[in-house]
C-alpha cells in the first residue's frame, strides 16, 4: 500500500522564479494538506484540499497556491520566490470522515532559493 | 499566543531511562491530539493519537491528556538511543496546528 508521494526531493530555484511540487495522497485518503517546514521549526499550515477545493488557509500570501484533482492527488505552486521561501515542504494526506487517525506525511521536497 | 505550544529543549536522558514530553495547547475546541516523531532530514511519523482525557498506552509509550488543563504529554519509558529525534505535538481543532517540537537525546 503505498504511502504519501512527493516530487521532486530536491529542487534549486532562483528568486523571482515560479516553482510546482506534488504529491499523491495515501491509497484511501481523499484529504490533502500542505505544510511549510523551515529548519529547527514546526511545520506550518499552508492550505487544506477536499473535493477539490481550497477548505482551509494558514498565513501564508497569495503567492502560494494549490490545486487538487479527481485522483486526490495535489499541486502547491510558488509564485515569485523568494529566499525566504527555501524550506522543506511537506504533504500530508488523511480520510476526511476520519480525522481522528491523524495525517500521514510525504517524506518533503526540499526547496532551496538562491 | 501559539495554538500548540512545546519546551524546544534540547531534553537529553540516559539510556532506560523516562523521557517526558509536554505540550499545550489554546484551542478548547480541540478534538485529538498526537504525537509525531521526525528524525533529522525526515518527515514526521505519528506514534499516537489521544482524544479522551486521561492516560493511553502503546508499547513504551504513555499519552496523557488533560482538556481542562489543554495539556497533553508523552512519556517514552526505556528510552533507546533509537528514540533521538524531535518530536511533535499536534492538534486538531480548527485546524491541523504543530507545535515547534522538542529535540530529545537519548545517551547510550
Known amino acids: 500500500d503505498a504511502g504519501v508521494t512527493q516530487s521532486p526531493t530536491h529542487l534549486i530555484k532562483t528568486r523571482g522564479q515560479q516553482v510546482t511540487l506534488r504529491c499523491s495522497p495515501k491509497?484511501?485518503?481523499?484529504?490533502v494538506s500542505w505544510y511549510q517546514q523551515a529548519l529547527g521549526q514546526g511545520p506550518q499550515f499552508i492550505f487544506q484540499?477536499?473535493?477539490?477545493?481550497?477548505?482551509q488557509r494558514g498565513n501564508f500570501p497569495d503567492r502560494f497556491s494549490g490545486h487538487q484533482f479527481p485522483n486526490y492527488s495535489s499541486e502547491l505552486n510558488v509564485n515569485a520566490l523568494l529566499l525566504g521561501d527555501s524550506a522543506l515542504y511537506l504533504c500530508?494526506?488523511?480520510?476526511?470522515?476520519?480525522?481522528?487517525?491523524?495525517?500521514?506525511f510525504g517524506s518533503g521536497t526540499r526547496l532551496t532559493v538562491v | 499566543q501559539k495554538e500548540v505550544e512545546q519546551n524546544s529543549g534540547p531534553l537529553s536522558v540516559p539510556e532506560g531511562a523516562i523521557a517526558s514530553l509536554n505540550c499545550t495547547y489554546s484551542?478548547?475546541?480541540?478534538?485529538?491530539f498526537f504525537w509525531y516523531r521526525q528524525y533529522s532530514g525526515k518527515s514526521p511519523e505519528l506514534i499516537m493519537s489521544?482524544?479522551?482525557?486521561g492516560d493511553k498506552e502503546d508499547g513504551r509509550f504513555t499519552a496523557q491528556l488533560n482538556k481542562a488543563s489543554q495539556y497533553v504529554s508523552l512519556l517514552i519509558r526505556d528510552s533507546q538511543p533509537s528514540d533521538s529525534a524531535t518530536y511533535l505535538c499536534?492538534?486538531?481543532?480548527?485546524?491541523?496546528?504543530f507545535g515547534t517540537g522538542t529535540s530529545l537525546t537519548v545517551i547510550p
Open positions: 489521544i482524544y479522551s482525557n
Open positions: 491509497s484511501g485518503h481523499d484529504t
Open positions: 500530508a494526506s488523511s480520510f476526511r470522515d476520519r480525522v481522528l487517525d491523524g495525517y500521514t
Open positions: 484551542d478548547r475546541v480541540s478534538q485529538s
Open positions: 484540499y477536499y473535493e477539490e477545493e481550497e477548505r
Open positions: 499536534a492538534v486538531n481543532g480548527n485546524q491541523f496546528y
